[in-house]
């Protein structure tokens, strides 16, 4: 698997004496701003706190998952992994002690395993860390080689609590010796698995309460990658005509987005003009534009692990039509109210509960439904989720607090065949925004997109400038 090119230099530098003699090597090849170790520090610390007393807690990369015959999807790591680490290497387990232990000798409190160089591997598949790169880059200090998690010496009764999460769909990859299937099966061997002082479920919950709460370090990246994607968003607005594709206006937006550092898409992007638009995980983005036509984008870059979400609705004409500008500002109405409720101490279904109201109460009006529950037929999704590392990050899902950031996007979705005037079919239209919840209520941190129906209209009367 390629390591991310920040640990390609330091990587190179080990077949010299010492990858810090290395100084005539330039030090801003690649970037400069991803988490720094310090953060991973503190959040390893963060989480030996919560951990009960006396127990031990073991936290897996993700497995790399298959393409097709000799070719891997990107890797992508288990984001509590990264969280802890920084580490974004594949086959490799972090062991965190909520003490000290002494271990070969050594007294520690955490260790990570990690594949050891290979100079045949990294020819083809980029350089690895190595266990200098890791005390060197990561701060992490009891560093040892994968080969030699077998041998791992722990008495497991001793503990009172063995905290662990088993990754899915491991595969055995023969060509890698000590991979993660073997590292799960040596887990399993080592702590009679499950162990009956095992909890499958505590290790998850003090995650999610941590990265619940997005420290600035974090908020940094964060508002990069939403940044990112807000151009991405403006450009196509400016770049869509009738005749395109889905795909082509999704092209002008991913390059912006890679034109402007973000490594990918932080999900698969959501290009549905005309009927297409009222289907809510739409990603074929094949489909022609006509004259009349919506187009819904829900499109968002990751920068350095963290991924934005951002949805726009517009007509590919420039100019809404009677029944969309309608429809259009009813959801519009709906996410203003939502974003009053985003506040530290509200409920996090307060957003939602106040969406539905608006647009139930439209819905009402217009006389597309006729009993108040059938709104559910045209709004059917939740409109907050959590953002972070994930697009659908972890959250507690209970109370807001400061720090939290999450998507407020209501939608109203009205297909071809629905029982209402057919002059509201093929009409699908969502709003979203990302919103740090603050101190003392919020910060919407994708404001510089146009929402209304003047602002896009105007916006999309702009020439594109996105080929500069």
């Not at 939403?226 to 403006?234: A, E, K, L, P």
């Not at 898409?265 to 094949?286: A, D, F, M, Q, W």
């Not at 819904?296 to 350095?304: N, R």
């Not at 003392?440 to 404001?447: I, K, P, Q, R, T």
């Amino acid at each position: 698997m390629k390591a991310l090119k920040r640990f390609v230099i330091i990587a190179l530098c080990c077949f010299a004496k010492s990858s810090l003699e290395a100084q005539d090597l330039p030090q801003t090849t690649y970037d400069q701003d991803y988490l720094p170790k310090e953060f991973h520090r503190s959040r390893r610390e963060a989480l030996r706190s919560a951990l009960p007393a006396n127990s031990i807690a073991f936290i897996f990369s993700n497995p790399v998952r298959n393409y097709g015959l000799d070719n891997d999807y990107r890797y992508h790591q288990n984001p509590d992994f990264y969280y802890l680490t920084g580490f974004t290497e594949p086959h490799s387990v972090l062991v965190v002690f909520s003490g000290k232990e002494l271990i070969d000798g050594i007294e520690t409190n955490e260790i990570i395993f990690v594949p050891g160089r290979n100079a045949e591997k990294e020819m083809w598949n980029g350089l690895r860390m190595g266990q200098e790169g890791v005390r060197d880059l990561l701060g992490i200090q009891t560093v040892r080689l994968t080969t030699s998690f077998d041998s791992l010496h722990l008495n497991f009764n001793k503990y009172a609590k063995i905290l662990y999460t088993m990754p899915q769909g491991v595969v055995d990859d023969l060509t890698e010796k000590d991979d993660l299937f073997d590292l799960v099966n040596s887990f399993k061997k080592m702590s009679g698995y499950p162990p009956e002082n095992g909890d499958a479920r505590l290790l998850r919950s003090i995650l999610t309460d941590l990265r619940a709460i997005k420290q600035q370090e974090e908020l940094t990246l964060m508002r990069k990658a939403i940044d990112v994607s807000c151009d991405g968003h403006i450009e196509m607005m400016k770049a869509t005509n009738p005749g395109m594709t889905e795909y082509q206006v999704q092209a002008t937006g991913e390059y912006v987005f890679m034109k402007s550092g973000a490594e990918n898409p932080g999900y698969p992007s959501i290009c549905g003009s005309g009927k297409n638009g009222t289907v809510l995980h739409y990603e074929t983005n094949r489909k022609r534009f006509f004259e009349g036509d919506l187009i819904l984008l829900d499109m968002g870059a990751e920068y350095h692990g963290y991924t934005a979400d951002i949805t726009r609705t517009f007509p590919v004409s420039g100019r809404f039509s009677a029944e969309q500008k309608i429809l259009y500002e009813m959801v519009l109405r709906a996410q203003e109210a939502a974003f009053k409720e985003c506040k530290p101490g509200n409920s996090f279904q307060d957003p939602h509960k106040a969406a539905v109201e608006v647009i139930k109460r439209g819905l009402l009006d217009l006389e597309i439904i006729r009993n108040e529950k059938d709104y559910i037929k045209y709004f059917a999704h939740y409109t907050s989720h959590y953002l972070g590392l994930d697009v659908h990050d972890v959250g507690t899902y209970g109370k807001l607090k400061e720090g939290n950031v999450i998507t407020v996007e209501p939608g109203v979705y009205i297909p071809e065949g629905s029982p209402c005037d057919p002059r509201w079919w093929n009409i699908g239209i969502r709003i979203e925004d990302d919103i740090l919840v603050t101190a003392n209520g919020f910060e919407n941190l994708s404001v510089k997109v146009p929402r209304s129906v003047m602002e896009i209209e105007k916006m999309m009367r702009q020439s594109p400038s996105f080929v500069k």
